[in-house]
């Protein structure tokens, strides 16, 4: 069994700043994309930034320059550095990963349970 569990959300002042994190734990072989995502309240889930397992990244329009994505492929984690947040930031932020399972020969879609993030003043 596959697990994915967010940590680091809360409740910010617009400016401020949160680290989240995205542990996988299981019967993992191999981890290829770890990606974060969100939801608003009455919005559709969109895609925040993504990581590749060689490192490279890629992020939306609307965090370019304020949020930064990391990776640490022996823990099977991922992890996002959030800066210079606005009240439209606010949403429920899930992780994401396409991995395979060990004795597996294909990559599944795994999501974490999600992780509130509010800024308000």
């Known amino acids: 069994q596959v697990r994915l569990v967010e940590s680091g959300g809360g409740s910010v002042q617009p400016g401020g700043s949160l680290r989240l994190s995205c542990a996988a734990s299981g019967d993992i072989f191999r981890i290829n994309q770890m990606d974060w995502y969100r939801q608003a309240p009455g919005k559709q889930r969109e895609l925040v930034a993504t990581?590749?397992?060689?490192?490279?990244?890629d992020y939306a329009d609307y965090v370019k320059g304020r949020f930064t994505v990391s990776r640490d492929n022996a823990k099977n984690a991922v992890y996002l550095q959030m800066n210079s947040l606005q009240p439209e930031d606010t949403a429920v932020y899930y992780c994401y990963a396409n991995l395979r399972r060990t004795g597996s020969t294909w990559y599944t879609a795994y999501w974490g349970q999600g992780t509130q993030v509010t800024v308000s003043s």
């Open positions: 990581s590749t397992r060689g490192g490279a990244t």
